[in-house]
């Protein structure tokens, strides 16, 4: 199974869970969609919590019925959990429940009734001497059943859980709430510049497997200099390229398309923070945001900056303080901004300590009207103010 495939997979079943998703399955495959949804659940179960797992693992089995049949796939939740196809011939406790409604709880989003139809089986149940050495298979089940439902975690938690410095090193979480909240349960992409663990290879991708959690219905693409590959997993790509090489930056909008969201965490050397603004910002669709960390390198010349220069668009706050000239200058004829594809598109700029947040829309409202004073009023002109069906008129233009 190659990744491209793996997430065309995912995305097709992510779009599908708002709807009548029996024929993606099909194409999907009962059995391969049975595994993304359950290693989805063990994802969002945080089974890591969970005591005694090192000493007693757990086996769950999820029955799931599809086209009269039954799909079968277990969970093994010990010192790391695991997934497989079927059923082995002895488990702690069986999840039964409609394979369809299964991908609608995980996937459809949050107004998605949740699996009403979902029953459990404690297989030891009535064996009070089995039980006594597995107590914890209710935790382990209730943990996964919960991913069909509570996916509201907070994005902190979220951070500090995946070894993110998002929080904890720097603050950046609060404002990501602030403008990621209301997209949270779009099927979206979202790219981040920079995956994390530099030269090795299984390192870093905090921050991409926390992007998953938070955003339930995503599919994220990280990007590196460095081969990633091993930290791909069904709704987590990784790409290799240099954020510095133009036509890298122009073949990655032609492998993934339009996006919702960029977040540059790169190498945040100046030139590499403007270029990939600059090429990257067209990729984002209307609604969508372009997000921009640590811009305290604007102010160090290691990284192309300057604490002198601090207007030189040359680096990274100099360049995007120029764009501020673009939502508010509307007089070309004064000098004003030329308008390009950014500025026409650049609908909003947020500001915090080394992190940015751009606004993708439309930007094309055109000037005032000509008839507001293009020079301030004065006191007694606007005493004189007097309100017409043409608008406002001040007694010294009669
Ligand atoms: C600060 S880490 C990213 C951390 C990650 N975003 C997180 O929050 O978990 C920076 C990453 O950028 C990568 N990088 C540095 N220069 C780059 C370049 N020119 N192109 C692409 N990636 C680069 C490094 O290999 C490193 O893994």
Redesign the pocket.
Known sequence: MTSNRAHHDIRALILAAEGDAEQVVREVGASRTAALLVGELIDRADLDDVQGLNHTPITVVFDLAFDGGTESHHVIAGKTAEHHPGAPASAHATIEVGLLELLRAVFGGWRSPGCQNLRIQWNDIEDVTALSSSMHVFQVVQRLVRGTTDQQADLSELSLRN????WGLHYYTPHYETHFGRLRDRPLTIV????????EPTA?????R?WKRYFPRAVIY?????DKAPLREPRIHTIQ????DPAFLRSLGEEIGPVDIV?D?????CP?VISGFRSLFGLVRPGGLYVI??LQTSYWEGYGGSSVRRDDPATSMGHLKRLLDGLAQEDQEAGGVEPDEITRTLTGAHFYRSLAVFDKGVNQEGPSPSWIPRTRMTYEEMVDVEWGGDGLKADSED
């Open positions: 070894g993110s410095d998002k981040e510049l920079g995956i994390g663990g530099y030269g870093g991708g905090a921050s991409l926390m990280g990007v590196d200099i460095f390229g240099d954020v510095s977040i965490d790169g190498s945040h050397y590499d960390e640590d």
